[in-house]
C-alpha cells in the first residue's frame, strides 16, 4: 500500500509519499499554505512538488492527514483551582494539539466571560472537582458561561456527580456539550486520555470544516488531527517502540517555531531513587502535586524566534542570549517580528538565531521540568513537583531553526548550572535532529503501519 502523508501547517504544506510494501519514503515535498485562500492550493503545489521530486505522477491507496493552519486548535481551559483542576485542563487540552489562550479558575466575572468573547475559542475545556469533591464551582461556571455571545462546543471533564446538571445548562442555552470522564477524578490523579479524545474527535468532525478544509474531504479524506498532536504520536513511537521494534526508552521533542517554543516529554520521570544526593549529603525525596503523564506537552507562547521574538527578549533578557553570541538583540528581535519570514543571509544573523533559539529553549525547558523544594521540620526532606527528566537519554530537535543549523547540539546542549539543579535536567542526552521534517507525517503513518513508520523515523534521523 502507498500512503501521501500531508501536513497542512501553519507556515508550511508538507507532503510524504511512502511506499508501503518497499517500505522507503519515495518522495517529499513542500510549498506555502494558502490558507488566506484555499489550502488546496498549497496541497496542489505539493504534489506537484512529489511529482518533480520522484519523477512519476504520485499515486496512493490512502491519503492521511494532520492541520494546524489558521492557527490550529484554539482553546480555554476552565477549572476550580489553578495548581490542580485548571492545570489539568490545561495538559489535557495541550496534549490534544491544542493551542491554549487562558485559562480560568476560581470564580468567573463578567470581565472573564467579556473576555473569553474577544478570545473567540474553538472549543471550551470545563472541568472542577473530583468526583467526591467541589460540586458547586462547577455549576456556577455552566451558569457563567451561558451569559457568551459565542456558543462554541463544550467539553465537560468535571465532577461526575453533577455532569449531568451541568449539561443540561449548557444545552439549555444552546451549546453543543461533550460530557467525558472526570479529567481529575482524585486529588493528583490525571485522567486525560477521555477528554483528548474527545476533542480530537471535535476537531475531525467541526472544527476542519470551520478552516475551509473540508473541500480536501472528497479528494484526499478527512484531517486526523492537530499536527502538535501528530507530532506527539510520533514521539510517543520513537519512545515505546511497537511489538516488535524496540524504542529509544524516555525522551525529549523539541520544537522552536515562529511564535512558540513547543516541548514534548515521553517518560513517567518518576525518580529512580528514593534519596536525593547533593555534594557530600543525601536526602530523604519524596513526590507531590499532580500526577505527571506519560506524555506530556508545554506550549510557550511567549518563546518563538519570529512572531514572538520580542516578547523571548523580554522573557529571557539580553544575557541569556549573549552567552553564546554578543549582539545587540533588541534590535534583532525587532526585525524578525516586522519581518515573520527572515530567513539569516550572513554568518552574523546565523548566529544570532542560534543564541535566540537557545534561550528559548532553556526557559521554555525549565517551565517544563519538575521543580525541587526543600522543607525542614527536624530534618531536610526534598520534594519533587513534575518530571525527573535526569534519565531521559535522548533529545529530538524540530523546527527550521534546528533544521538548519550548523550546529545544533550547542542549542540543545544543557545549561551549564543544571548540576545545581539535580533532578531536573537530563545528564548526557544524545541529541538527533529532524532535518526531513518527518514527525508529523511518520505520527500520521504510525495510524495505519507503526513499525514501518518507527523504522523509516529511525533512518530519517540516523538512528541505529
Known amino acids: 500500500m502507498n500512503y501521501l502523508l500531508i501536513d ?33 492550493l498549497g496541497v496542489d503545489r505539493v504534489l506537484e512538488g512529489l511529482e518533480e ?53 476560581l470564580r468567573l466575572d463578567e470581565a472573564d466571560i467579556a473576555e473569553m468573547d474577544r478570545l473567540s475559542p474553538d472549543i471550551l475545556l470545563l472541568a472542577g472537582g473530583t468526583d467526591q469533591g467541589n460540586r458547586l464551582t462547577i455549576l456556577d461556571h455552566a451558569q457563567k458561561l451561558t451569559s457568551l455571545t459565542r456558543r462554541p462546543p463544550v467539553v465537560v471533564a468535571g465532577n461526575r456527580a453533577v455532569r449531568d446538571q451541568v449539561v443540561d445548562i449548557l444545552e439549555g442555552a444552546g451549546f453543543e456539550v461533550f460530557p467525558t470522564e472526570n479529567l481529575m477524578p482524585q486529588v493528583n490523579v490525571l485522567n486525560a486520555d477521555p477528554a483528548r479524545r474527545v476533542i480530537r474527535s471535535i476537531f475531525m468532525s467541526r472544527i476542519t470544516r470551520s478552516k475551509g478544509l473540508d473541500v480536501l474531504e472528497d479528494r484526499l479524506g478527512k484531517v486526523l488531527m492537530p499536527t502538535p498532536d501528530a507530532v506527539l504520536q510520533a514521539a510517543r513511537l520513537l ?31 518518576h525518580p529512580r531513587e528514593p ?32 512572531y514572538s521574538a520580542q516578547s523571548l527578549l523580554e522573557s529571557v533578557g539580553h544575557e541569556a542570549m549573549e552567552v553564546l553570541y554578543p549582539a545587540d538583540y533588541a534590535a534583532a528581535c525587532r526585525r524578525r517580528t516586522a519581518n515573520t519570514r527572515l530567513i539569516p543571509d550572513s554568518p552574523e544573523e546565523v548566529a544570532i538565531d542560534q543564541a535566540m533559539a537557545r534561550a528559548a529553549y532553556l526557559k521554555a525547558l525549565s ?78 503513518l504510525a495510524q495505519e503501519d507503526p513499525d514501518l513508520a518507527l523504522r523509516l523515523m529511525k533512518e530519517d534521523l540516523g538512528i541505529g
Open 239 to 269: 519512545s515505546l517502540g511497537t511489538g516488535s521494534q524496540a524504542g529509544l526508552g524516555d525522551l525529549l521533542l523539541v520544537d522552536i517555531g515562529g511564535a512558540t517554543t513547543d516541548i514534548h516529554s515521553v517518560g513517567l520521570g
Open 8 to 40: 497542512i501547517g501553519s507556515t508550511f504544506t508538507k507532503g510524504t509519499l511512502v511506499d508501503g510494501q518497499a517500505g522507503r519514503i519515495l518522495a517529499r515535498a513542500q510549498s506555502t499554505t494558502t490558507v488566506d485562500r484555499s489550502v488546496t
Open 275 to 306: 534519596r536525593l544526593r547533593i555534594g557530600d549529603k543525601t536526602y530523604e525525596l519524596r513526590e507531590e502535586g499532580l500526577q505527571e503523564p506519560l506524555d506530556k506537552r508545554t506550549v510557550e507562547g511567549d518563546l518563538g524566534m519570529r
Open 367 to 444: 517551565r517544563h521540568v519538575g521543580t525541587l523544594r526543600r522543607e525542614f521540620t527536624g530534618r531536610s526532606i526534598y520534594y519533587l513537583s513534575g518530571k525527573d527528566l535526569t534519565h531521559f537519554s535522548t533529545i529530538i530537535g524540530t523546527g527550521g531553526v534546528l533544521v538548519h543549523s550548523p550546529q545544533p547540539d550547542r542549542v540543545l546542549g544543557m545549561d551549564p548550572d543544571s548540576e545545581k539543579r539535580p533532578l531536573l535536567y537530563p545528564a548526557s542526552p544524545r541529541v538527533y535532529i529532524d532535518r526531513t521534517y518527518s514527525l508529523s507525517a511518520m505520527g500520521l
Open 53 to 105: 521530486a520522484s519523477g512519476i505522477k504520485p499515486s496512493w491507496d490512502k491519503a492521511l492527514l494532520c492541520s494546524s493552519a489558521a492557527g490550529g486548535l484554539k482553546m480555554v481551559a476552565i477549572g476550580l483551582g489553578r495548581k490542580l483542576t485548571a492545570e489539568a485542563a490545561t495538559r489535557a487540552a495541550l496534549g490534544a494539539g491544542a493551542r491554549i489562550l487562558k485559562t480560568y479558575a
